[in-house]
């Protein structure tokens, strides 16, 4: 038997007995052909479900093609069939690392719609929990990109302090998780004194800590080797395919909306807009961090200023009353059970209302037909328009880049599949 | 955005433009849907609009008669700061709508959810798959003729 006939026999031994065990093979040199690969939707580094098919020439990527849509649970078509107060645990289950900011920001909505003034001990409230849930947002970011590329002490470090904003908000609304804490006109439960203890003592622990964080990994080369230059996206790209959040700001464009377009009480609180200009994945983690050292900030002022009075807006058309008033008056009794189950009555028209969320611009576009329930609602969400820019930032990454640039964009796939 | 820009806008497009309203000052100008684009390209380019971002794409079943669905734009102008949005009508007997990827990349995924949820097709579009739903999915699950329970079997199980 010739060489080449000795050769062919021995690959085909091999092949019958992987076919055997149900196997396949590539029995050509892998780094001359490109490979088709299909990275979820449930790989851990994937952050939930999203999934993504790669092209890759050896261990380049060629061409990356995320595909959404294994967690469509159809939001926006529950929301046609719920009054607008029904809605409001369902955004909890949006972006579900920051559930406080989607409460806030569909019930701002809403009071854009039907018109109602919130008091303003009610808005620095709403500005406070939504900056604690940006921190607590970031905070799982940072700590998740870091065990991403193989450092898992941030994780717990970052959990640690997650952690304690978590207790704040089970103080303060009964839930750590789905907090529901929002409602059309106000909020569930007024501040207490408790909290503002809580959250002093979390602040003053908060800054030392998280130096500790970005100490750990600013120092340490292989991090910074994992993430510098990798998921470049240019500042035309970013403005042109709609990116919002930390992304945008890590590419140079200073846009926040609790800057440029103030809503609840931001336009009476000093921060910066953190940019940075590199456009990684390592300028986004240094974003991130340093958007919770403003966010502190602006808590320590909006704790400082933090006014008596109402937390609720006294309206009994548009706004539900607080509870211990249902219990014990007729009136308030039939009040609450006709915004419940009737809802409200807004004018009929369309509005868009957006926040800054921990990820980007969270809006919601409601067409009201002057009934209680939306007639159409679309919620804007950062996460999907800020994957929609990984074709990009993945083309020419190494394969293991992959994770650290998913990291980086911080997808939520609660948000980014409704 | 200033309501006065937006008057000078209708009158710069007198053929295009259907008509603007404002409600709780937000500014919609309604086109015709032929000339989305090039209006669209001229509200970008034009520095005394610069709208360069695309933050959204939806669309809207009004279930009528006439004028059927809208197709709605919001875009944002970083430079001044301020939201306006398009809308076109879209008649059940024309499905289609041209599309504004040319003009803002970013449309590219929005309006791919608008084709998944509403079955508008995009002329033109560079990719225009079904965004959430598998693609052999019949119907279009938020037109207001799609039950909220679900239709029974029309998510195929996968073939062994």
Sequence with gaps: MSARGAEEARKSKILAALEDQDTTVLMDDPLENEMVLNMGPQHPATHGVLRLLVRLDGETVLAAVPELGYLHRGYEKIAEASTYHEFIPHTDRLDYLSPISNNVAYVMAVEKLIGVDVPVRAQYIRVMVMEMSRIASHLVAVGSMAMDVGALTVLLWTFREREKILDIYDVLCGARFTTSYARIGGLQQDWDSRSSAMLERFLDEFARDLAEVENLLGTNRIFIDRCENVGYISREDAVALGLTGPILRAAGVPRDLRRDNPYLVYDKLDFRVITLTESDALARFYVRIAEMKESAKILRQALKALPDGPYRADEAKKVAPAKERIYTRMEELIQDFMIVNIGIDPPVGEIYQAVESSKGELGFYIVSDGTGHPWRMKIRTPSTNNLSALPLMLKGCMISDIVAVIGSVDPVMGEADK | ?160
């Design chain 2, 1 to 160: 955005m200033n309501p006065a820009v937006v008057e000078k806008l209708a009158a710069q497009f007198p053929e295009s433009i259907r008509g603007t309203s404002e409600f709780r000052g937000d500014l919609t100008v309604t086109v015709k849907k032929e000339d989305i684009a090039r209006v669209g390209a001229f509200l970008k380019s034009e520095a005394e609009y610069a709208f360069d971002m695309i933050i959204d794409v939806l669309g809207v079943d009004m279930y009528r008669p006439q004028d059927r669905f809208e197709v709605v734009y919001i875009l944002y102008s970083l430079a001044h700061k301020s939201y306006l949005r398009l809308k076109v009508l879209v008649d059940e007997q024309d499905l289609t709508v041209p599309t504004v990827t040319t003009v803002w990349p970013g449309a590219n995924w929005t309006e791919r959810e608008t084709y998944d949820m509403f079955g508008i097709v995009f002329t033109g579009h560079p990719d225009l798959r079904r965004f959430y739903m598998p693609e052999e999915f019949e119907y279009y699950p938020l037109r207001k003729d799609f039950p909220t329970m679900g239709i029974p079997d029309s998510l195929p199980l996968p073939r062994r």
